[in-house]
């Protein structure tokens, strides 16, 4: 297989069919040894993290194909921590969506002048960062995007709707299991024109709460997968 791009926590490879193949890593983003989805660096590795990334990701692919909501998800192979997907062309450079629930991490580190840690954000609040490691994955409005080229306003209406339907979905996952999810970071391309969901879903891009703490991932994958 070609090696088209080796991620933070993915290596990405071609496949003769045309779709894309995803390996998932044991790497995850933070700082110090301490594990941030607002990170934009890996900062630690945990054994095992990356094939329980894969578990997570499908699980909530699936819930998502029965709410009609269109993803590049085709097939996983667990055992061997990969999984195959429709190729789609990113945005720019790449744009990270971060939906958020509370007020919590770079919002408050941001914000916090204005609003307290842990405040609920009704409805959901969307930000869309551009993937750049040396500018600390800039923030750029709908506006930004379509005056750089980088996408129309209608795909980011799109975006953003498919954005908090989806956090909805993980969100009311977790609220079942007795969690309360803070906030989740997705990326997003185009297949055939069309915006759709690409990368994954894991407990390395969100954060999730319990009992009024934070739930490291290897611990938030075990409790997603043990109450599926």
Request: proline letters at 2%.
């Given at each position: 297989?070609?090696k088209?791009?080796?991620?933070?926590t993915k290596?990405?490879?071609?496949?003769?069919n045309?779709?894309?193949?995803?390996?998932?890593?044991?790497?995850?983003?933070g700082?110090?040894?301490?594990?941030?989805?607002?990170?934009?660096?890996?900062?630690?590795?945990?054994?095992?993290?990356g094939?329980?990334?894969?578990?997570?990701?499908?699980?909530?692919?699936?819930?998502?194909?029965?709410?009609?909501?269109?993803?590049?998800?085709?097939?996983?192979?667990?055992?061997?921590?990969?999984?195959?997907?429709?190729?789609?062309?990113?945005?720019?450079?790449?744009?990270?969506?971060i939906?958020?629930?509370r007020?919590?991490?770079?919002?408050?580190?941001?914000?916090?002048?204005?609003?307290?840690d842990?405040?609920?954000?009704?409805?959901?609040?969307?930000?869309?960062?551009?993937?750049?490691?040396?500018?600390?994955?800039?923030?750029?409005?709908?506006?930004?995007?379509a005056?750089?080229?980088?996408?129309?306003q209608?795909?980011?209406?799109s975006?953003?709707?498919?954005?908090?339907?989806?956090?909805?979905?993980?969100?009311?996952d977790?609220?079942?299991?007795g969690?309360?999810?803070?906030?989740?970071?997705?990326?997003?391309?185009?297949?055939?024109?069309?915006?759709i969901?690409i990368?994954?879903?894991?407990?390395?891009?969100?954060?999730?709460?319990k009992?009024?703490?934070?739930v490291?991932?290897?611990?938030?994958?075990?409790?997603?997968?043990?109450?599926?």
């Amino acid at each position: 297989m070609k090696k088209l791009y080796e991620g933070k926590t993915k290596d990405v490879f071609e496949l003769e069919n045309g779709n894309v193949l995803l390996k998932f890593k044991d790497d995850c983003t933070g700082k110090d040894g301490k594990f941030d989805p607002g990170e934009n660096a890996v900062g630690l590795t945990i054994e095992g993290i990356g094939r329980q990334n894969l578990r997570t990701s499908v699980l909530y692919f699936e819930l998502l194909k029965k709410a009609g909501i269109k993803t590049h998800y085709v097939s996983a192979n667990v055992e061997d921590a990969t999984m195959e997907v429709l190729p789609a062309t990113v945005f720019g450079h790449g744009l990270e969506v971060i939906c958020r629930l509370r007020a919590t991490g770079s919002f408050i580190r941001r914000y916090g002048d204005y609003i307290a840690d842990g405040t609920v954000l009704e409805g959901g609040y969307v930000e869309t960062t551009l993937k750049n490691d040396e500018k600390g994955d800039p923030l750029i409005t709908s506006e930004g995007l379509a005056a750089l080229g980088i996408m129309t306003q209608e795909m980011f209406n799109s975006m953003k709707e498919q954005t908090l339907k989806i956090t909805r979905i993980v969100a009311d996952d977790l609220a079942k299991k007795g969690m309360e999810l803070y906030d989740i970071k997705f990326e997003f391309g185009y297949n055939n024109g069309e915006v759709i969901l690409i990368d994954e879903i894991a407990s390395g891009n969100m954060r999730v709460y319990k009992d009024g703490k934070i739930v490291d991932p290897m611990e938030l994958t075990a409790l997603i997968l043990e109450g599926k």
